[in-house]
Antibody, heavy 120, light 106 residues
């Protein structure tokens, strides 16, 4: 079955760029929409944005100016870049798949999450 | 802006029925999805499009959505159901999550 695995640095300095990758196994990235979702310590879930392999992207209005989500179909991976980070960006970052491939459905498969701390 | 309101906490006795609500104006016109999250784990989808259970989710989990309130109902609650529960909708092209409800099993 499809599995997702996030990877990337666990520590990022303030004002720098957070970069994470989600590797998709057991299925093709060339179907479904793929999202990034984060959760600050002790807080709720916050959707960051999604991408579709044909280059379609959609970002949360609150993060849009700092976010880029891209895809590498040859590696079956997609990536998140978040610029100009502050301590408020400290969170567990999850990648997730939409269930139906419509782009507006539930998230049925999640990665285990990766903790990113923003600190000097 | 669209916001989903959930109670911060719900407590239920073992074996009884828990109901977790998710409120917003005219939420009945949207598809509501529900996730269970246990400490240190990723969320797990337990209901999608109001009433549908993914494979592997017990029949004890059910849902409804009408008017201004969507409800996740867990029947015959077990100790293993203790977790945080989040509702989620799409508002136009943006994902909205509720603030989460901590379910405590007494």
């Amino acid at each position: 079955q499809v599995q997702l695995q996030e990877s990337g640095p666990g520590l990022v300095k303030p004002s720098e760029t957070l970069s994470l990758t989600c590797s998709v196994s057991g299925g093709s990235i060339s179907s479904h929409y793929w999202s990034w979702i984060r959760q600050s310590p002790g807080k709720g879930l916050e959707w960051i944005g999604y991408m579709y392999y044909r280059g379609i992207t959609n970002y949360s209005p609150s993060l849009k100016s700092r976010v880029t989500i891209s895809v590498d179909t040859s590696k079956n991976q997609f990536s998140l870049k978040l610029t100009s980070v502050t301590a408020a960006d400290t969170a567990v970052y999850y990648c997730a798949r939409d269930k139906s491939g419509s782009g507006i459905d539930a998230f049925d498969i999640w990665g285990q999450g990766t903790m990113v701390t923003v600190s000097s | 802006s669209y916001e989903l309101t959930q109670p911060l906490s719900v407590s239920v006795a073992l074996g009884q029925t828990a109901r977790i609500t998710c409120g917003e104006n005219n939420i009945g016109s949207k598809n509501v999805h529900w996730y269970q999250q246990k400490p240190g784990q990723a969320p797990v989808l337990v209901l999608y499009r109001d009433t549908n259970r993914p494979s592997g989710i017990p029949e004890r989990f059910s849902g409804s959505n009408s008017g201004n309130t969507a409800t996740l109902t867990i029947s015959r609650v077990q100790a293993g159901d203790e977790a945080d529960y989040y509702c989620q909708v799409w508002d136009s092209t943006t994902v909205i999550f509720g603030g989460g409800t901590k379910l405590t099993v007494l």
